[in-house]
């Protein structure tokens, strides 16, 4: 294992002892590329996941503008001269709409921009683990 240290024996060449520790660095190298990869994993799901809320966030605010564009073109209408009858004007009602929907886009585009701003793209724990191996390496001559 990784965390084993191994004596070398008395009567080991010079060649066998290179070979050991070259062996013993790949093993080092594998190790970490598996590492990389299962951080790399978790970290494309937090992405996805941001990713989505923040769409859903757009998806909502893009509704939201196109109410409010219907709701301005029947505001004109209701200014121009043709009373409308009803107790909300049908241009209040696609504003209170509106509204809503510009809201919960907004709320949810801001929580996806906060996800994201939180998220790193490089495998901190990696590199932190290749960086005390290099040390220990460099140390140990």
Not at 16 to 33: A, F, H, K, P, S
Not at 71 to 85: E, N, Q, R, W
Request: proline share 4%; charged share 15%.
């Amino acid at each position: 294992m990784a965390n084993e240290v191994h004596a070398p024996p008395e009567d080991a060449s010079m060649a066998g002892l290179l070979r050991g520790i070259i062996n013993d660095i790949g093993d080092l190298i594998r190790q970490e590329i598996r590492f990389a990869r299962s951080e790399f994993k978790s970290d494309a799901r937090k992405v996805t996941r941001a990713g989505a809320v923040l769409a859903l966030g757009a998806g909502a605010a893009a509704v939201g503008v196109v109410l409010v564009a219907l709701m301005a073109v029947h505001l004109i209408h209701t200014l121009s001269g043709a009373p409308d009858s009803a107790s909300i004007p049908l241009w209040g009602c696609y504003g209170i709409v509106a509204a809503v929907f510009l809201v919960v886009g907004a709320g949810l585009g801001f929580m996806g921009y906060q996800s994201m701003q939180k998220l790193n793209p490089l495998p901190e724990q990696t590199a932190q683990s290749v960086k005390e191996n290099v040390e220990w390496i460099m140390n140990s001559k």
